[in-house]
């Protein structure tokens, strides 16, 4: 985690990839989340740094319990709603994908956020929005989150 944290990009790339490999192993992702990477990977992000890479990594460990928990202490949703809302060519589909992906999974282990992402949604239809960009996000979740709010 100290490289992934104080490392220069190309170092960091090759972290984000050492820990995404890690990430296939469910007894790895608690580690990883225990040693601060969600932290660091959020940091990171606001940073600006290697957005791509890193944000991939969530929907990797936001599938451990202690992920999600860190997810939502860090207060994510706000967050990621609203990398969804910016412009489409200023963020990739990639990059909006797995924030849909972290939203399902924050979604369907928190009703307290649960409920969040609802009230945004009928405010904002932000997913809405991207469903008629004819973004779908992984595995059609984009049409659950639709499905879901009305």
Not at 9 to 17: F, I, L, Q, R, V
Not at 79 to 96: G, P
Not at 130 to 136: D, E, P, S, V, Y
Request: glycine letters at 4%; one cysteine or more.
């Amino acid at each position: 985690m100290d490289l992934l944290e104080e490392g220069n990009p190309p170092t960091m790339k090759d972290d984000a990839s050492a820990l995404s490999r890690l990430c296939y192993m469910h007894e790895n992702k608690g580690r990883i989340v225990r040693e601060g990477a969600v932290q660091v990977i959020l940091k990171k992000i606001v940073d600006h740094a290697l957005v791509d890479e890193l944000l991939a990594l969530l929907p990797l460990l936001s599938t451990h319990p202690k992920a999600v928990e860190a997810l939502v202490n860090h207060d994510v949703v706000p967050f990621l709603l609203d990398i969804l809302r910016e412009k489409e060519n200023t963020t990739s589909e990639c990059v909006k994908e797995n924030c849909v992906a972290i939203l399902y999974i924050i979604n369907f282990n928190n009703r307290e956020k649960r409920r969040e992402i609802r009230e945004d949604e009928m405010v904002t239809d932000t997913f809405l929005s991207l469903h008629n960009a004819g973004i779908q996000g992984p595995k059609g979740k984009l049409a659950l989150f639709l499905a879901c709010s009305t």
